[in-house]
């Protein structure tokens, strides 16, 4: 596997996951076993001995074919999910279950459609500040009506930072652009401080124009606030583009197996500053150098080509250790 000398080991690390294996198990289904009646689970195993660091203010994007494991990977740094075996720490803690340490957004569906776009942005806060009981029961006391007022301040005083007037602010979901939504998801999720922010194909479902300015957005937003962006999806030019550093994951067939796919890996992990000279490929100008094309051919063999994947198998399974290094 391509060593990444990406990742800056006087960086704190975010994200660490460990020795990871990713079973999963079917519902029970009733087979016959020399004719008398047994229940059975079919096991699939995605990952083995999956090992991951991530430091702080890296733009890692995760790019695989379909069904390779990279929602798997996001649900479980996400806290959605959790490992077979192996651990995930983000912020050095044990990930147990969804904290305001991740921000997330989706390709949809991260906005409540009866909420304006201000309470969307506010709703993290408030809820932090008051738990979803005292919302409930109190959302008429003058403690939760204070903490909803300067939410909803540090909410509009957002608004200008992704591109939407105060007026803006009193609309609905359903009255702005898919690339509007998304700026509001964007706003909702880092409103929180994020330690990581986490994107799952988010801009999938806009037109290539909403999409080519979101991804100049989240730059602008990911450099001026320092994030660390953790950036699912299945377009590489996407991938390397928007990344500081990109992973490819790929599915692998065992050499003396028929089946399709039996598992998958990390088959590159690579600094884009790096392997660009230290040029990084922003801005869109500079993507279209002869390095670049020649990263692109490579992750694109490494990780998306099918005739590459039957070799896979014969690839060294070392782990890393913390600093990205066999
Ligand atoms: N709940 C589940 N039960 C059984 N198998 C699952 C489950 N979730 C995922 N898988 C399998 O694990 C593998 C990885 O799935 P995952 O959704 O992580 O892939 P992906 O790369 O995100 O796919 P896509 O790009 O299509 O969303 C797939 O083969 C999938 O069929």
Do not use: W
Not at 14 to 36: A, F, H, I, N, Q
Not at 48 to 64: Q, S
Not at 293 to 321: A, C, N, Y
């Amino acid at each position: 596997m391509e060593t990444p000398e990406t990742t800056n080991p006087e960086r704190k690390v975010v994200v660490e996951v460990r020795d990871v294996e990713v079973t999963y198990r079917s519902k029970p289904k009733l087979k016959l076993d020399e004719g008398k009646p047994k229940l059975e689970r079919d096991e699939f195993t995605v990952f083995r001995d999956l090992d991951l660091t991530i430091r702080e203010h890296e733009f890692t994007t995760i790019v695989g074919p379909s069904g390779c494991g990279k929602s798997t990977i996001f649900r479980l740094i996400l806290g959605s999910q959790f490992p077979t075996k192996g651990t995930v720490h983000v912020d050095g803690e044990p990930v147990r279950n969804v904290t305001p340490k991740t921000g997330i957004v989706y390709q949809r569906y991260s906005l409540f459609p009866h909420l304006t776009v201000a309470d969307n942005i506010a709703l993290g806060p408030l809820l932090q500040q008051t738990g979803p009981f005292e919302s409930l029961v109190r959302s008429i006391g003058p403690r939760y009506r204070r903490v909803r007022r300067e939410s909803r301040a540090e909410a509009f005083d957002l608004l200008g930072r992704i591109g939407l007037s105060r007026n803006d602010g009193d609309k609905y979901p359903h009255e702005l652009s898919g690339g509007m939504r998304q700026r509001v998801a964007i706003a909702q999720a880092t409103i929180m401080k994020p330690k990581v922010l986490m994107m799952d194909e988010p801009f999938g479902a806009l037109d290539h124009s909403t999409r080519e300015d979101m991804q100049l957005f989240i730059l602008e937003q990911a450099e001026k606030n320092g994030l660390t962006v953790i950036f699912v999806t299945h377009d590489l030019d996407e991938a390397l583009f928007l990344g500081t550093r990109v992973i490819g994951i790929s599915q692998y067939y065992a050499a003396d197996s028929a089946e399709d796919g039996v598992g998958s890996k990390i088959v590159t992990d690579r600094d884009l500053t790096a392997a660009l000279g230290g040029a990084h490929p922003r801005p869109t100008t500079s993507i279209d150098t002869p390095e670049f094309r020649e990263l692109r051919r490579k992750v694109h063999h490494d990780v998306l080509d099918p005739d590459h994947r039957q070799h896979i198998s014969e690839f060294d399974h070392d782990h890393q250790d913390s600093n990205g290094k066999h």
